[in-house]
C-alpha cells in the first residue's frame, strides 16, 4: 500500500515538473512524412508522438502526400480533417503533388483532365477507397479540403514544404511547381538556405529520415513497406532533438542505434 502511495506520489511529481517544464520550453513541433494513404501507419505514429509529447504543447506538420498508392487514403483524409478541426492551428497539412495531380483531374473546368496519368500514379488506390470511378465524384467536403492545403509553413529557423526547394531562387519566389516537383539539384545541393529545409517526395533508400545540414527529408516508403517517420523539435533549436516511427521507435538524431 505504502509502495502504491509513493509511486502515486511520484508519478505527479513528475506529471508537475514535466508542465511547468512545458511552460518553461514553449511549443514542440512533429513534422511528418509522407502519408500515401497508410492509415495504420499514420494512427500509429501519433500515438508514439502523443506518448513522447508528455502531456507538453505541440503542433503537428504534415508535409503532403496524403493519397495515392496506399490502401486507405480516404480514411487518411478524414481523420486529418477531424484532427485539424479539433486543433486548428496546431495540425497543419501542407499540399503535396499528389493532392495537387488530385485538384487538376478532378477539376470540370479543365479541358485537360490527366486522369491517365493521375490514375497510373496511384489515383486508382484513391478511386477504390472513395468507391468512385471518376475524382469529381469524391466527396465535395474532402475536394474543398484538399484545395485549401497550403505549400509552406515557415516557423523560427525551419521552412516546411513537400518536395523541397529550388537553390539560387529565394523562398518567398520559389515556383509552386518546384515546391510540390523538385528532386535535383535540390537533393545535391548544399546550398543555405538561410533556414532547415523540412520536406518529404522523394524516399529514402534506407528507411531512415535523411538529415543534412540544409535539409531534412521524412519521406521514409511508407506505401512501399517502410514506416512512417516523424521528426521532433523543440522551439529553441533548429535541428531535431528526436526522431519517432510508426513502427513505435524513437532516438535521437545523435544516437540512431540502427546507424
Ligand atoms: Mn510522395
Request: proline fraction near 6%; charged fraction near 20%.
Amino acid at each position: 500500500m505504502k509502495i502504491f502511495l509513493w509511486r502515486g506520489l511520484l508519478s505527479r511529481a513528475i506529471d508537475l515538473g514535466t508542465r511547468r517544464g512545458h511552460s518553461m520550453s514553449g511549443l514542440t513541433t512533429f513534422a511528418i512524412g509522407d502519408i500515401h494513404g497508410c492509415l495504420h501507419e499514420l494512427e500509429s505514429l501519433l500515438a508514439t508522438c502523443e506518448s513522447n509529447r508528455a502531456g507538453r504543447d505541440a503542433r503537428f506538420i504534415f508535409v503532403g502526400d496524403y493519397i495515392d498508392r496506399g490502401p486507405s487514403p480516404k480514411n487518411v483524409i478524414e481523420l486529418l480533417i477531424e484532427r485539424q478541426c479539433c486543433e486548428p492551428g496546431r495540425f497543419v497539412c501542407l499540399r503535396g503533388n499528389h493532392e495537387q495531380m488530385l485538384i487538376d483531374a478532378a477539376d470540370p473546368e479543365r479541358s485537360d483532365r490527366d486522369l491517365i496519368n493521375w490514375w497510373m500514379n496511384g489515383g486508382e488506390q484513391t478511386l477504390g477507397s472513395y468507391q468512385v470511378n471518376d475524382p469529381i465524384a469524391i466527396p465535395a467536403d474532402h475536394l474543398a479540403w484538399i484545395k485549401t492545403l497550403p505549400l509552406k509553413f515557415v516557423d523560427a529557423g525551419r521552412v516546411y514544404v513537400h518536395a523541397g526547394v529550388r537553390p539560387g531562387v529565394p523562398l518567398p519566389s520559389q515556383s509552386s511547381d518546384d515546391l510540390l516537383w523538385i528532386r535535383e539539384p535540390f537533393l545535391s545541393s548544399d546550398n543555405d538556405y538561410g533556414a532547415l529545409v523540412v520536406h518529404g517526395h522523394t524516399p529514402t533508400d534506407s528507411g531512415l529520415p535523411d538529415l543534412r545540414a540544409n535539409r531534412l527529408n521524412l519521406d521514409t516508403g511508407a506505401y512501399l513497406g517502410g514506416p512512417l517517420t516523424a521528426a521532433m523539435f523543440s522551439d529553441g533549436e533548429t535541428y531535431p532533438i528526436m526522431f519517432l516511427n510508426s513502427n513505435g521507435e524513437a532516438w535521437t538524431s545523435a544516437s540512431d542505434p540502427r546507424r
